[in-house]
């Protein structure tokens, strides 16, 4: 490969991805907490609400349950149009809820149309990955992966921000933002069909000739085959489980027990984590791309235990400048989590191996992210709930639950990573 069309191919996903950025970012779960926490409030019960506010902080996540679908649909398919089409339909979606009634029905539908937005984007990460791998070699994986995240992330930042601003000043305003933001997103979505994928063809007539697709059964099966990819997806699936518990809660309890605006509650839940990625990233790039995806783990997890230990310190104390802190953390985990979300899996993929490719391996990946996503925020706000029923304002205490766990799986990659060293991992 040329450096002229490697330079054109990451011209390419820096255009597409830095537009689709602004309708990701109405399409983050923290924005939407804030919006239906905030727009729906009396409208249904407070039991209902915050309920709804688990499902659309959990969407981004769950929705990456039928990851192994969009492996099946895409067998034999052009990667690069798959991915504009569902792009187009995340802008459409995103388009479609600035027309939301703020009641009950509006509710339902705001919620069903965030849950379609969120699966098509699992099919866009799901399929991307595929792409990924097949143009840019792994020593510079890392590295292109954070330049995407860098420019991402920074307009994403500046559009959460710009949503909390206008919700403060005007809050039915925030319709135009999303029309705005989504038909500003459409062009990125159409230009990514554009795109060159590294030896296509072959690849399509390859797929093409084989009926080896990806199913449940198989997805089961590769965890068990591969037993140092199964431990990594157990201590992930672990360390995920608390990271996607504690938002719901926090969401909630910003809003019911703080009197910070709406601009301060998402700079805390999104756009200062966003901003923080392009400070990060490129460190954390340089980790995973010298060592293993373990190794990088073992270190990255403890930014997500203190950036919850934080969190929950703020609740306890009252004192408000802590979410800030906190929220400063975790955009520094997060800008970690970009980069080993996307490559973690490929440590994992033999050369050699004729029985699944890597999409598979992300599919398994993403197939579980969303597993503990339908569960682990209900279950986040289900504790909440149950700690305000006994006494109220003791919810403050709900995110201990959140850090054990995620306590739990740092743990579970430094032992993982040890045995790796010692050669007793299998």
């Not at 939407?32 to 039991?47: E, M, T």
């Not at 798959?82 to 939301?100: K, Q, R, W, Y």
């Not at 449940?216 to 990271?243: C, D, H, I, P, Q």
């Not at 700079?267 to 995806?293: E, K, Q, S, Y």
């Amino acid at each position: 490969m040329s450096r002229a069309t490697l330079a054109a191919r990451i011209r390419r996903e820096l255009t597409t991805w830095t537009s689709l950025a602004f309708v990701l970012a109405l399409l983050e779960g923290g924005v939407i907490g804030v919006l239906i926490k905030n727009g729906f409030d009396g409208q249904v019960s407070d039991w209902l609400l915050n309920l709804s506010v688990a499902i659309g902080t959990g969407a981004p996540f769950y929705s990456n349950l039928i990851s192994f679908i969009w492996v099946r649909i895409s067998h034999g398919r052009s990667r690069a149009k798959m991915i504009s089409n569902l792009a187009i339909i995340c802008c459409l979606c995103a388009l479609s809820i600035s027309l939301v009634p703020f009641n009950s029905f509006g509710l339902g539908l705001l919620l069903a149309l965030f849950v379609c937005a969120r699966i098509c984007w699992s099919g866009i990460l799901t399929i991307r990955s595929d792409i990924w791998r097949a143009n840019y070699p792994r020593h510079i994986r890392g590295k292109v992966t954070a330049k995407l995240a860098t420019l991402t992330s920074l307009l994403m930042s500046v559009a959460a921000m710009a949503i909390g601003k206008v919700l403060d000043w005007n809050f039915g305003a925030f319709k135009w933002l999303f029309i705005s933001f989504s038909i500003l997103s459409l062009t990125g979505a159409f230009r990514y069909r554009l795109l060159s994928v590294r030896h296509h063809q072959k690849s399509i007539q390859r797929e093409k000739a084989t009926t080896n697709t990806i199913s449940v059964a198989k997805m089961f099966r590769l965890l068990t085959e591969n037993k140092s990819f199964g431990k990594y997806m157990l201590a992930m699936f672990t360390l995920g489980s608390g990271n996607l518990m504690f938002m719901a809660p926090l969401i909630v309890y910003l809003n019911e027990y703080t009197d910070l605006t709406k601009s301060s509650q998402i700079l805390i839940t999104t756009a200062i984590p966003l901003a923080l990625i392009p400070l990060a990233v490129g460190g954390w790039a340089r980790l995973l791309d010298n060592n293993h995806i373990f190794h990088f783990r073992a270190i990255h997890s403890w930014g997500f235990v203190i950036a919850i230990s934080i969190f929950l310190t703020a609740q306890i104390t009252s004192w408000d400048f802590l979410y800030f802190v906190g929220a400063c953390c975790y955009g520094v985990a997060i800008s970690g989590g970009v980069i080993g979300w996307n490559l973690g899996h490929n440590d994992f993929v033999s050369q050699s191996e004729k029985s699944h490719n890597p999409m598979q391996y992300m599919a398994v990946h993403v197939s579980l992210t969303g597993l503990r996503g339908l569960i682990m925020p209900l279950l986040g706000i289900g504790f909440y709930q149950w700690l305000e029923f006994i006494e109220p304002q003791l919810g403050k205490f709900a995110l201990l639950l959140p850090l054990t766990i995620t306590s739990t799986g740092g743990i579970l990659f430094v032992k993982f990573n040890r045995q790796r060293i010692s050669g007793r991992l299998s």
